[in-house]
């Protein structure tokens, strides 16, 4: 489940004005401007001001004030309404369009040599850059902003980078690192006297700990940090922090405690009047006192939890609740039941995970519809200022010709790639939803079946010992079609398409058939690189001709060493599966398998072969033309 965790508040401000300026006043500059100059700077105010609750009309604000810098030729003024720009596309999840905005930005305060306004411009692209996850990227425009602050001595600024750069080495697990610049954020404020952030810069650090399994250490610092949000009067950031020093209890088996603490950060978020947040911590309690035996307090407070979260709508903490019913369940020995609630927890993260990607599917639409819209603009005005050029000059036909040409053919390319990108997306939907209904179908039956066999395993290993061998098998069997229904999955599931994953996947699966055997399997990749992409129904004949070579290998060869090996010459992708077994008969050259193998290849004008090898044993050779893109 993800823990809740406290934060640092963002250094975006541009100029030290924005902070002082209001909405009402801005609008009163924007609607009666005294002179040019206090207009230029109103329109980055006001996009500011705007950007968190109304990022469309911060977009209109800042765009005006980008017009009008162009028009009076104030570069400095168009840098800030840039970077303010690229914060509205930031807030709306644009993170492309953001990312180019905050570069055009960077190149005109860097022109200009305004390095304080370009650090400003790196912490915002490094923002951009956490929230995709990409905590490399984040990391370099962090450091670049706090070169800039410490050159400056700017103590605040140089605080918020450390903290930051604590946060992103903990996601990139350099924990070392993360405490160093942790460490040296909590001196900073300290000195500064800033409360609030030194609160949060000790919570961080707790939570490093936690993550490293530094139980003690993380109490230490989480204990720090509760008197000084008290003093700053933070009382959602210390029930926070009340909640995850339950959770390291937790992970120390000090349940009583973790319950203790539990308690408090309830008491913090009712006095806040968080009702949602109150139901998130009775569901962890509930937890905890499972573990304390305390069962109708637990299944009370998975009620109390449920009751909210239903009315409230909040899908994602409905789906936690169902695992720790069911968990509950269990524990009280109703296996049943606590299989149906269990399907209902992976029905719901499973829903939970599609809607994820329609809404990023909608969100990259959206985006790339903006920038379709932005092109279309830019062609317009091409073609009106060729239209003006054509009846000042006399041969202004010709420049037109030109530019119409230019224009129809970056049209058809735009649309040729816009079909495409549309094509590629109900390609991947598709995939998506039939891998999906695998998993919900097949899998939940399976996984039933697995669970059954293991419960009737235990209950009968006392009552009736000749049933354990029956029950083995129905797990074991369970198991085998669990593995197989990966592979379905894996052979249709998009992403999957190069070389290298098709290497690997055999790779293991070769591995997994002969370590229980105790034969030596010996893999030789073709050398290629993620490059090499095939097409998806080459790639799942290709893995089902290699996969029966070794289950034939396997079951008829006995074998010491089975070798496989991948090349790729001349357009043509060949993989030989070798064995240094008793060699093959006729009548298992006749078999049913092998000739499905020669299917499969002459499907794709291919080819499949099965001879002796040298000095004993058997080679499998199939070879298929393909090329790399």
């Known amino acids: 489940m993800p823990k809740k965790q406290s934060g640092i508040l963002w250094m975006l401000v541009l100029l030290p004005m924005l902070l002082a300026a209001n909405k009402d006043s801005l609008l009163r500059v924007i609607r009666n401007p005294p002179n040019s100059e206090a207009l230029l700077e109103a329109y980055p105010s006001l996009a500011f001001a705007l950007h968190l609750s109304k990022p469309d009309s911060a977009i209109l604000m800042a765009r005006k004030g980008i017009r009008l810098a162009d028009s009076l030729g104030n570069r400095f003024h168009r840098g800030s309404s840039l970077n303010m720009c690229g914060l509205a596309y930031y807030r709306k999840g644009w993170y492309a369009t953001a990312l180019s905005t905050f570069r055009e930005s960077e190149k005109v305060f860097l022109s200009l040599r305004e390095e ?259 092109k279309e603009i830019a062609l317009l005005k091409a073609e009106a200022l060729a239209g003006s050029a054509r009846l000042q000059k006399r041969n202004g036909i010709i420049a037109l010709l030109l530019l119409l040409g230019a224009v129809s053919v970056a049209l058809i390319l735009f649309y040729r790639k816009r079909k495409k990108l549309q094509d590629e997306l109900r390609k991947q939907q598709m995939l998506n939803q039939i891998a999906a209904d695998l998993h919900d179908d097949v899998g939940a039956s399976l996984s039933a079946i697995r669970m059954y066999g293991e419960v009737i395993r235990k209950k009968a290993s006392v009552s009736a010992p000749d049933v354990v061998p029956i029950a083995g098998k129905i797990s074991d069997n369970a198991r085998e079609l669990i593995q197989s229904m990966s592979d379905i999955v894996w052979t249709i599931k998009p992403g999957q398409e190069e070389l290298k994953s098709l290497e690997d996947r055999l790779h293991n699966l070769g591995l997994e058939l002969c370590s229980p055997a105790e034969i030596r399997f010996v893999f030789k990749g073709s050398g290629y690189a993620g490059s090499f992409v095939l097409p998806i129904e080459l790639r799942n004949d290709l893995y089902l001709i290699c996969k029966e070579a070794l289950h034939n290998a396997l079951k008829h060869a006995r074998a010491s060493v089975i070798q496989m090996q991948f090349d790729y010459k001349n357009g043509w992708l060949s993989v030989e599966i070798t064995d240094n077994g008793l060699g093959f008969t006729h009548e298992r050259a006749l078999g049913n398998g092998l000739k499905n193998m020669q299917q499969r290849s002459l499907r794709h004008h291919g080819s499949f072969e099965l001879r002796q090898a040298s000095p004993q044993g058997t080679t499998a050779q199939v070879k298929l033309p393909c090329s790399p893109r």
């Open 116 to 374: 304080g306004q370009a650090a400003r411009v790196y912490q915002n692209m490094a923002h951009v850059y956490q929230a995709r996850k990409d905590y490399r990227q984040a990391q370099v425009y962090n450091l670049k902003a706090l070169r800039f602050y410490e050159k400056e001595k700017d103590s605040l600024h140089i605080a918020s980078c450390y903290q930051t750069l604590g946060i992103v080495l903990r996601e990139l697990n350099e924990y070392e690192q993360s405490a160093s610049y942790l460490d040296a954020s909590i001196r900073i404020l300290g000195q500064l006297g800033q409360i609030d952030e030194l609160a949060n810069a000790h919570s961080i650090k707790g939570n490093l700990w936690s993550a490293m399994k530094r139980y003690d250490a993380a109490l230490v610092e989480m204990n720090i940090a509760l008197p000084l949000y008290d003093k700053a009067g933070d009382l959602a950031n210390k029930a926070i922090t009340l909640e995850n020093m339950a959770s390291v209890y937790e992970g120390k088996g000090n349940f009583r405690l973790a319950v203790d603490h539990y308690n408090q950060a309830i008491a913090l978020f009712s006095e806040v009047g968080s009702e949602v947040d109150v139901a998130f911590e009775r569901m962890l309690r509930s937890g905890a006192l499972l573990r304390l035996n305390r069962n109708e307090e637990a299944l009370n407070d998975l009620d109390m939890a449920e009751t909210v979260f239903r009315r409230e709508k909040v899908v994602d903490y409905l789906a936690d609740l169902y695992d720790k019913r069911s968990e509950w369940l269990e524990q009280n020995n109703r296996h049943a039941e606590a299989l149906q609630v269990f399907k209902r927890h992976i029905a719901l993260k499973d829903s939970l995970a599609t809607q994820r990607q329609t809404d990023e599917m909608v969100r990259l639409q959206a985006e790339f519809d903006f920038e379709r819209k932005e």
